[in-house]
Each structure stands twice: as structure tokens, then as C-alpha cells.
């Protein structure tokens, strides 16, 4: 795990961190990270590769109050991820397809 990577784990909820930490075992990376990225996320971890949801949801159980987004409104980048709305993180990768 490189620094960017640990430095993202470190600030994520713990709600989040272990589905993370699935797709960082899965070979994806940590590319940004965006500290109140938009009006409902304080923290928003940006990955390199389409996260593998299917595997995620194998692997891990989702938590409640974590919810898979999926984003393809034009005026933002084309992503799908998972937040957290009690602790107003989130993190995604580019939308599959």
C-alpha cells in the first residue's frame, strides 16, 4: 500500500475503510483524495479502477447507512462508489462501462 493509499485509509470511516481495503487487495489504487468534495461528502477517496462491486459485496458486508451511488450527470466526473451518510465520506471509482 503506498503512502496516498495508508494516508486514505487513515481519515476514512471505519464503515467504509474495509470495502476499501477490498478493492486495494483486488490490485485498485488511491488516486485523490478531496476533503469536502461536494455539499453532502467531507471526505471523498477517488480510485484508479472501476470498483469491482460484485467482488466488494462478496467479500464484505455493506454496512448500514452505506449505500452504492452511481453518477452519470454530465457535469460531474462520470463515477460509481459507495458513501456513508452518517459519516459524510465516500469513495468511488470511474462508472463501469
Excluded at 481519515?11 to 474495509?18: S, Y
Excluded at 478531496?34 to 454496512?63: F, G, M, Y
Aim: proline fraction near 6%; charged fraction near 30%; charge should be negative.
Amino acid at each position: 500500500m503506498d503512502e496516498l493509499a495508508r494516508r486514505a485509509m487513515r481519515m476514512l470511516c471505519v464503515h467504509l475503510r474495509p470495502l476499501v481495503e477490498a478493492e486495494l487487495r483486488r490490485g485498485n489504487a488511491v488516486v485523490n483524495i478531496a476533503e469536502h468534495a461536494w455539499t453532502e461528502c467531507d471526505l471523498d477517496i477517488s480510485l484508479k479502477n472501476v470498483i469491482d462491486r460484485q467482488a466488494v459485496e462478496k467479500e464484505q458486508a455493506v454496512p448500514a447507512g452505506v449505500t452504492y451511488w452511481d453518477n452519470d450527470d454530465p457535469h460531474y466526473p462520470a463515477e460509481a462508489g459507495y458513501s456513508c451518510k452518517a459519516c459524510r465520506h465516500s469513495f468511488a471509482g470511474p462508472r463501469p462501462g
